[in-house]
């Protein structure tokens, strides 16, 4: 008998943990392989979390939020679970014995735990992208060094990952990144000051947590991808195009020496992407929404307006500048959206807050050494988000 397959799932509340949860019990009603969940981490939203102990029997259940460690005790009291609450909490979950580790969790919060689980020799299948940002190259070689395996997550490096040339990389001349565009495609920069937070998160295609939501729409969240597909697959910057595609559809391309092009193609559905992580180099069978192309017709394609969504230009000029750059790049997006979504700061301002910081932040450019990459980006994003607050408050001050 085959053993059940243990998975962890750090940030298993989120918009990628639960359609994570939703796809191994799809899974395994049609039959495919039982999973064993060893570890679940929430934050804030310990009904929930409590709610998935109850359905998967995980070996221990964690808050990163250490103030509610009672409520989360009660929640769950009537199960067999080890309870536990607070950050060092959810790293060490991250390194318990386990197949594969999904790293869920948003932003440079999730780095700890991501670079914890890349050290025990698991399949990471990595959601958070913010890692890679902040130390991509030295999150590889650990993943590397310690036996195991980093599956992107993310739709745009599955859709990469499934066609890449793994063997030859030599052959491919350039990744083409598409981008939905989000929900202000179309808006003209005289409109763009008056965006809410509401607006924002309303994405035309895709159904994601907040901070994703806004980053989709000031295109920040090309500019990671961006970062991300450079260290994700060793290509530098010139050799990352990005095409806007509204319909999200091809979820990126990969283009050869000989002038063929590889796209993988898909509804936009997260499930998806997971399970091609789940089961690589294998495919989980599930009742996945499929395509159909005669009924959508047709597929468009636009360069993306470097004008109205500067924070795409940023990251190239950070990911160009290399070093800390890219950490920094995304510790002054993440103040500056968390900060708009909390009114605290205008749309069209999240953007100069980013060039403002990365402006501001000194010797940026320096190399980490591999062992002590994720406490020095730690240390980075500190410094650059506290410069990024206080540029914050400048502008609120200002206006
Ligand atoms: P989300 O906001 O819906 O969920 C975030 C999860 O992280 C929750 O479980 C939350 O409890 C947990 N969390 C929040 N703060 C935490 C902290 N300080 N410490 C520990 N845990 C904390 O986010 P999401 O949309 O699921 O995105 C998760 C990650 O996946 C992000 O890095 C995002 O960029 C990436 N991603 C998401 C999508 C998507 O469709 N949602 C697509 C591609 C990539
Ligand atoms: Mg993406």
Not at 70 to 84: G, K, N, P, S
Request: a negative charge; glycine letters at 8%; one cysteine or more.
């Amino acid at each position: 008998m085959t053993r059940a397959r243990r998975i962890t799932v750090l940030g298993s509340t989120g918009s990628v943990g639960v359609s994570t949860l939703d796809l191994m019990a799809a899974i395994e009603a049609g039959g495919g392989e039982p999973f064993e969940v060893v570890a679940l981490t929430g934050a804030g939203n310990v009904r929930r979390l409590a709610e998935q102990a109850r359905r998967w029997r995980p070996r221990v259940v964690v808050t990163a939020d250490a103030d509610r460690l009672e409520e989360l005790r009660a929640a769950v009291a009537d199960l067999e679970v080890e309870v536990a609450a607070g950050s060092d909490a959810v790293v060490e979950a991250a390194v318990r014995p386990t197949d594969l580790v999904m790293a869920a969790i948003v932003g440079a919060a999730g780095l700890r735990s991501a670079w914890a689980a890349a050290g025990t020799g698991a399949t990471l299948a990595l959601a958070n992208k913010e890692s890679l940002v902040c130390c991509g190259p030295a999150l590889k070689a650990r993943v590397a060094s310690s036996g195991g395996r980093l599956i992107p997550v993310d739709s745009e490096h599955s859709a990469i990952f499934q066609v890449f040339p793994h063997d030859r990389p030599e052959t491919v001349e350039k990744i083409i990144l598409t981008a939905s565009g989000g929900p202000f495609r179309r808006t003209p920069r005289s409109a763009m000051g008056a965006i809410t937070p509401e607006q924002a998160v309303a994405h035309p295609n895709w159904s994601m947590g907040a901070k994703i939501s806004v980053d989709s729409a000031t295109m920040a969240n090309k500019g990671l991808e961006m970062i991300e597909a450079a260290y994700l697959f060793d290509t530098p910057s010139a050799r990352i195009d990005v095409v806007v595609h509204p319909e999200s559809i091809i979820h990126s391309l990969v283009e050869m020496i000989d002038g063929s092009t590889l796209a993988q193609m898909g509804p936009p559905d997260m499930r998806t992407p997971i399970a091609c992580a789940l089961a690589w180099p294998g495919r989980a069978a599930w009742p996945a929404p499929k395509l159909d192309l005669a009924a959508l017709g047709g597929l468009t394609f636009e360069a993306p307006d470097l004008e109205r969504f500067p924070a795409l230009a940023l990251a190239r000029q950070a990911l160009e500048a290399g070093g800390a750059a890219p950490a920094v790049f995304n510790a002054a997006n993440e103040a500056a959206a968390f900060a708009f979504l909390d009114r605290r700061l205008a749309f069209l301002n999240i953007a100069s807050v980013v060039a403002e910081t990365l402006e501001r932040v000194t010797g940026a450019g320096g190399q980490f050494s591999a062992e002590d990459a994720c406490r020095a980006a730690l240390q980075v994003d500190a410094v650059a988000r506290g410069i990024a607050s206080d540029v914050i408050a400048e502008m609120a001050a200002a206006a």
